[in-house]
């Protein structure tokens, strides 16, 4: 691909004259933000202004084959397609313009048009749901009980009114996806927004599913199948990446997309997202002094929306097994939960982007199950896959499902909480952040729960036949022993520093077992099981 620039980022110096007002928000801002505004005493200011429409169209009207690519209200940015330098220079001289950046080379297909948001409209927020049975997590069960979230989910907090807004890549072939349909007939998806213009070049069908597969690990509801970390709550996709090339521009169209999360009234975003370079625009590559959270548009605008009331969770990057090795941005931003991602088993991906950020924060903020997660292609197809982008959701999903068990909290205090349950809250490191968060121990410290166990083993699945996963969040069980109706010891298996542990049960009868399972400091947790 051609370097020369032909995309530009146009920073604004005001905001003067703006038709827009705080008196009346609703013409910015849905019903909904303005609730949360006004819950959590979070001001409304300048700041939310859109873009001036005169200055917009002032520029816009300069030559005819100027396009509109992308706006940021918080940035006070308009990003362009302009393919004629002098006009540039035209632009740059203009009073109300501060200065203009290249962020892209495009080559734009003849009828390129930046694509227009779709309507939302508010849900009722912060309903509880009764569950009637149990919940049969199928084979995404470790992805949910590495984190105690099964337990979150058993008190009645499935997401249910929350709204999360998902930012990434494609959605392909995600309306043939049943959990997808379910949503539209529940009322639950509230819009599908495309940022991305309609550039020339060719899109692999990997980078096109990639919003599809990220989305089914929080929203999936196949009982005995996949249940995802937040199968009740509602859905927003937002389409801010290009997988044809990597350029500066896809900032621009992260800080749009969360803009859009903002005004709609998302509670949490997912985006399993990340900039460490940019090979197609080379002279915009980041250094790893820029992985501040203050140089990128990205960035500054994800440490907005977490100020503006949403939790955000960002995905660390899959860059620590390659000479990068950092986190990425928007991941360095300040007050998210950066993610980074781990096996079933607790220990670290090599893959999982490292911190700290170059201004000396923990990052990642904490670590989530990212190796051979499950998640749902087109057609209901159930597979694996791995990545940061995959751990992300499973712990957007989970905090969601806090928010609603504890709505009295803020979206600052809400990923304050998760924080301090990580298993290494007391001595963060580059790799886990403040480490893997126990959700329910979240919970219960919080709403004065006083029979919570951190030593409690679940057993899954129950009634097993061939294998039978133990999860402690705890990771400090040593010796496993199981024990028949006679008091009999049947199989004992010694282990160390997993928070999921798999003993073989094929040689066992079929019958009804005691386990007992002993930590490192000699303390005891009993669990049972049938084996068929």
């Given at each position: 691909m051609a370097q020369t620039?032909?995309?530009?980022?146009?920073?604004?110096?005001?905001?003067?004259?703006?038709?827009?007002?705080?008196?009346?928000?609703?013409?910015?801002?849905?019903?909904?933000?303005?609730?949360?505004?006004?819950?959590?005493?979070?001001?409304?200011t300048e700041q939310d202004f859109p873009v001036n429409p005169e200055y917009k169209q002032h520029i816009l009207s300069l030559e005819f084959q100027i396009k509109l690519l992308s706006v940021s209200k918080w940035m006070n940015t308009m990003t362009v397609y302009c393919p004629d330098s002098s006009v540039v220079d035209e632009i740059e001289r203009l009073a109300f313009v501060d200065s203009v950046l290249p962020v892209a080379s495009y080559s734009f297909n003849s009828k390129s048009e930046r694509v227009d948001r779709e309507e939302w409209a508010p849900i009722v927020r912060n309903t509880y749901s009764v569950l009637e049975d149990e919940?049969?997590?199928?084979?995404?069960?470790?992805?949910?009980?590495?984190?105690?979230?099964?337990?979150?989910?058993?008190?009645?907090?499935?997401?249910?009114?929350?709204?999360?807004?998902?930012?990434?890549?494609?959605?392909?072939?995600?309306?043939?996806?049943?959990?997808?349909?379910?949503?539209?007939d529940e009322g639950r998806m509230l819009g599908r927004y495309v940022l991305v213009p309609d550039v020339a070049e060719e899109v692999s069908l990997w980078n096109e599913v990639h919003g599809t597969n990220v989305t089914s690990v929080m929203a999936a509801n196949?009982?005995?199948?996949?249940?995802?970390?937040?199968?009740?709550?509602?859905?927003?996709?937002?389409?801010?990446?290009?997988?044809?090339?990597?350029?500066?521009?896809?900032?621009?169209?992260?800080?749009?997309?969360?803009?859009?999360?903002?005004?709609?009234?998302?509670?949490?975003?997912?985006?399993?997202?990340?900039?460490?370079?940019?090979?197609?625009?080379?002279?915009?590559?980041?250094?790893?002094?820029?992985?501040?959270?203050?140089?990128?548009i990205a960035s500054r605008c994800a440490t907005i929306l977490g100020e503006k009331g949403v939790i955000v969770c960002i995905a660390a990057g899959n860059d620590g097994d390659k000479d990068w090795y950092y986190i990425g941005r928007p991941a360095d931003a300040f007050d998210i939960l950066c993610v980074g991602a781990c096996q079933t088993d607790s220990v670290i991906a090599e893959f999982s982007s490292r911190g700290y950020t170059y201004d000396g924060r923990v990052k990642p903020d904490i670590t989530s199950m990212g190796v051979s997660t499950y998640c749902y292609y087109p057609n209901d197809y159930l597979y694996t896959s791995n990545g940061t982008s995959l751990a992300c959701p499973v712990a957007a999903g989970l905090s969601a499902c806090l928010w609603q068990a504890m709505p009295e909290y803020?979206?600052?205090?809400?990923?304050?909480?998760?924080?301090?349950?990580?298993?290494?809250?007391?001595?963060?490191?580059?790799?886990?952040?403040?480490?893997?968060?126990?959700?329910?121990?979240?919970?219960?410290?919080?709403?004065?729960?006083?029979?919570?166990?951190?030593?409690?083993?679940?057993?899954?699945?129950?009634?097993?036949?061939?294998?039978?996963?133990?999860?402690?969040?705890?990771?400090?069980?040593?010796?496993?022993?199981?024990?028949?109706?006679?008091?009999?010891?049947?199989?004992?298996?010694?282990?160390?520093?997993?928070?999921?542990?798999?003993?073989?049960?094929?040689?066992?009868?079929?019958?009804?077992?005691?386990?007992?399972?002993?930590?490192?400091?000699?303390?005891?947790?009993?669990?049972?099981?049938?084996?068929?």
């Open positions: 620039a032909n995309c530009y980022r146009i920073y604004l110096n005001n905001k003067d004259n703006s038709p827009y007002s705080i008196d009346n928000p609703l013409e910015y801002l849905s019903q909904r933000a303005i609730d949360k505004r006004t819950r959590f005493n979070i001001p409304i919940i049969d997590y199928g084979d995404g069960w470790g992805q949910i009980a590495i984190h105690n979230g099964h337990r979150l989910h058993e008190e009645g907090f499935r997401g249910d009114g929350m709204l999360i807004a998902v930012l990434d890549g494609g959605y392909y072939g995600i309306e043939s996806c049943t959990f997808y349909q379910t949503l539209v196949a009982n005995g199948e996949l249940v995802g970390t937040a199968p009740m709550a509602s859905y927003a996709l937002i389409h801010t990446e290009w997988g044809g090339s990597e350029q500066l521009i896809e900032e621009d169209f992260w800080a749009n997309g969360a803009e859009i999360a903002d005004s709609i009234g998302a509670d949490v975003i997912n985006s399993s997202l990340g900039y460490s370079s940019f090979p197609d625009f080379p002279e915009a590559n980041i250094t790893y002094e820029e992985i501040d959270g203050r140089n990128s803020s979206a600052s205090q809400i990923m304050q909480i998760i924080r301090e349950s990580g298993h290494l809250y007391h001595n963060p490191n580059p790799e886990y952040g403040y480490g893997i968060p126990d959700f329910y121990k979240a919970y219960a410290d919080h709403v004065g729960v006083d029979y919570y166990n951190p030593l409690e083993i679940s057993a899954y699945p129950n009634p097993a036949t061939e294998k039978l996963q133990l999860t402690n969040f705890e990771g400090n069980i040593r010796t496993i022993r199981i024990y028949n109706t006679a008091g009999q010891l049947v199989l004992q298996q010694v282990t160390s520093d997993k928070a999921m542990i798999e003993i073989s049960i094929n040689n066992l009868p079929k019958g009804f077992y005691v386990g007992l399972a002993t930590t490192t400091n000699q303390q005891n947790a009993s669990f049972k099981f049938v084996k068929n």
